[in-house]
């Protein structure tokens, strides 16, 4: 179940740092909602700087933390309670690198317009890949800060988007491991975009 808890986690966030647009720094609420998760709502807190991004996460009441740094092509998966950190490389043709969209195999096309909670957007259709399968979703980016607010799947089996937004730096410390740390070598969730783009 946290895998594909996960999964959805880095999908969403690949459509949300594939966007062709210059988004401020901020945090906020990312909530997820999916088929495969039964419906239910998750609710991880992100954070966002150029290249930089965090989400803290509770489920089932094991914490992690996921910070992926564009700018050093890695992932690094955070577990507070073991004091432990996992280190995968960013596969720079994922779609959860973060890096060009058309790269990713995302490609997207403006449709219209819609607010989203009382914001006004652009709606965007997205066509993006998993494997050799071409899969299409709509994105609403809002029109005042460009911050892509919600991302759904076309067939409506997950969605995501993001409340509570407060645009303004973030420490740099968010993305970075915390001090007295120590590296695993095992296998884990941070590597998934890799996995994910293969399945």
Same mark, same amino acid.
């Given at each position: 179940m946290i895998?594909?808890?996960?999964l959805?986690?880095l ?9 062709a647009?210059?988004m *401020?720094?901020?945090s906020?609420? #990312?909530?997820?909602?999916?088929k495969a998760m039964?419906? %239910?709502?998750? @609710?991880?807190?992100?954070?966002y700087?150029?290249n930089?991004w965090r989400?803290d996460?509770?489920?089932s009441?094991?914490s992690m933390?996921?910070?992926y740094r ?9 577990m507070?309670?073991?004091?432990t950190?996992v280190e995968?490389?960013?596969? *720079?043709?994922s779609s959860?690198? #973060?890096?060009?969209a058309?790269k990713?195999g995302?490609t %997207?096309?403006k @449709?219209?317009s819609e607010?989203v909670n009382?914001v006004n ?5 997205i066509?993006y890949?998993v494997g050799?399968?071409t899969h299409k979703a ?11 607010i ?10 995501n988007e993001?409340?509570?937004?407060k645009?303004?730096?973030q420490?740099?410390?968010l993305?970075?491991?915390?001090a007295?740390?120590?590296k695993?070598?095992?296998p884990n969730?941070?590597n998934?975009g890799?996995?994910f783009s293969?399945?």
């Amino acid at each position: 179940m946290i895998k594909k808890f996960v999964l959805l986690v880095l999908l969403g966030l690949a459509f949300f740092a594939g966007t062709a647009f210059a988004m *401020p720094d901020f945090s906020g609420d #990312f909530v997820m909602k999916s088929k495969a998760m039964k419906g %239910r709502n998750t @609710i991880a807190k992100i954070y966002y700087t150029a290249n930089k991004w965090r989400t803290d996460i509770n489920f089932s009441g094991v914490s992690m933390s996921m910070i992926y740094r564009a700018d050093k092509k890695v992932s690094w998966s955070i577990m507070p309670q073991s004091r432990t950190f996992v280190e995968n490389a960013l596969d *720079p043709q994922s779609s959860m690198s #973060f890096s060009d969209a058309e790269k990713a195999g995302i490609t %997207r096309k403006k @449709i219209g317009s819609e607010a989203v909670n009382g914001v006004n957007c652009d709606k965007y259709e997205i066509s993006y890949k998993v494997g050799a399968t071409t899969h299409k979703a709509f994105q609403w980016i809002s029109n005042d800060n460009k911050i892509a607010i919600k991302n759904e799947a076309a067939d409506g089996s997950w969605e995501n988007e993001i409340n509570n937004i407060k645009v303004g730096p973030q420490p740099a410390s968010l993305f970075e491991i915390p001090a007295g740390y120590k590296k695993m070598s095992v296998p884990n969730y941070g590597n998934i975009g890799k996995n994910f783009s293969k399945r």
